[in-house]
């Protein structure tokens, strides 16, 4: 029903962390897309480090804004998906 972007940072540490998330209250397909792409990431280290690493690039290259008409990072996790899923890691449908 609701959500937004949340950005923090500090941690707490010292160390400058920040992190963005994205708060969604009532939308159980959001609630089955995150649980859909934590088993994705569970299946494998291998699996997590790319879509961690597909999202840092497309935030680095200015290319993951959908409110500016690029794709989310959301987006970009989903097509990283489609890309292992068809590739040789086979990874269930």
């Known amino acids: 029903r609701g ?3 949340w950005r923090g940072g500090g941690g707490g540490g010292g160390g400058g962390e920040s992190f ?3 708060i969604c209250i009532g ?6 897309n995150t649980a859909l792409l934590r088993q994705y990431a569970a299946a494998s280290p291998a699996v997590r ?4 690493l597909v999202k840092q690039w497309a935030k680095a290259h200015g290319v993951c804004d959908a409110s ?4 989310s990072s959301y987006g970009h996790t989903v097509l990283a998906l489609i890309y292992l899923r068809h590739g040789r890691l086979g990874l269930p449908h």
């Open 3 to 5: 959500g937004g972007l």
């Open 20 to 22: 963005e998330m994205d």
């Open 27 to 32: 939308n159980r397909l959001a609630v089955r």
């Open 49 to 52: 480090l790319f879509l961690v």
């Open 68 to 71: 500016r008409g690029s794709l």
